[in-house]
């Protein structure tokens, strides 16, 4: 894959955003490095913006697209200390958001409280939940979707596909999403040693986002279901 990490067009999200339009695509092939033409024709989001901040940053591209049976969305993770990045989840279930990882969240309906979680680290470990905001979360919620990462030199890629049924809901056109990133800041000496290596939650896709990844009002209208 060439200069993926290089200029990117992206769909910029106003201060009070508008619904992301989710276009239908062909099924892309999945294997972790977003090289299939179908991605081509998905939504380009970005910029992230920092957490808790209106900050942006351009280090982290999202395409988000769909057809009449899956939600797909392809992610493009900058760390420049990639080579430094440990990983130390292993597990499915276990907490993949430790490591240098992005999560996804999908609340289907406006009405209906319930909403889904979904971690993928860069070394493609999983982990789902069920989720209400009264803090209620079903990790043994086992969903069959699917995802495939690539480590690269200065950062990593993924891909994940997400049939739609898993949602329970017959009517997806008042879905809303939060998108986000965390990252593995890596402190090396003069030398280039490794000294210390901290998780951060870094990004979601909101700007003026406050709270947590899992505060509804950080999530973000779609369109196109």
Not at 30 to 57: C, E, H, M, R, S
Not at 153 to 166: C, N, Q, R, S, Y
């Amino acid at each position: 894959m060439t200069g993926i990490f290089g200029v990117l067009s992206f769909y910029v999200l106003a201060a009070v955003p508008a619904p992301l339009a989710i276009p239908e695509i062909l099924p892309p092939r999945l294997d972790g490095t977003l090289d299939d033409p179908a991605w081509q024709n998905a939504a380009k989001i970005g910029p992230l913006y920092l957490f808790q901040t209106n900050t942006p940053v351009n280090d982290t591209a999202i395409f988000l697209a769909r057809d009449k049976k899956w939600l797909y969305l392809g992610f493009k993770c900058v760390n420049s200390n990639m080579t430094h990045t440990s990983q130390t989840v292993f597990k499915h279930d276990d907490a993949a958001c430790n490591d240098d990882s992005v999560e996804v969240f999908v609340k289907p309906a406006p009405a209906d409280a319930r909403y889904y979680h979904f971690m993928l680290s860069f070394a493609n470990v999983r982990k789902e939940q069920r989720c209400n905001p009264e803090g209620l979360r079903d990790g043994a919620w086992n969903p069959p979707w699917r995802s495939m990462t690539r480590r690269l030199p200065d950062g990593w890629t993924a891909e994940i596909a997400i049939p739609l049924f898993v949602f329970e809901c017959d009517d997806l056109s008042g879905m809303q999403i939060n998108l986000c990133r965390n990252l593995m800041k890596i402190e090396l000496d003069r030398a280039g040693a490794k000294q210390s290596e901290l998780h951060v939650c870094y990004a979601m896709v909101r700007p003026g986002n406050s709270g947590g990844f899992h505060d509804l009002k950080n999530f973000i209208a779609v369109s196109g279901l």
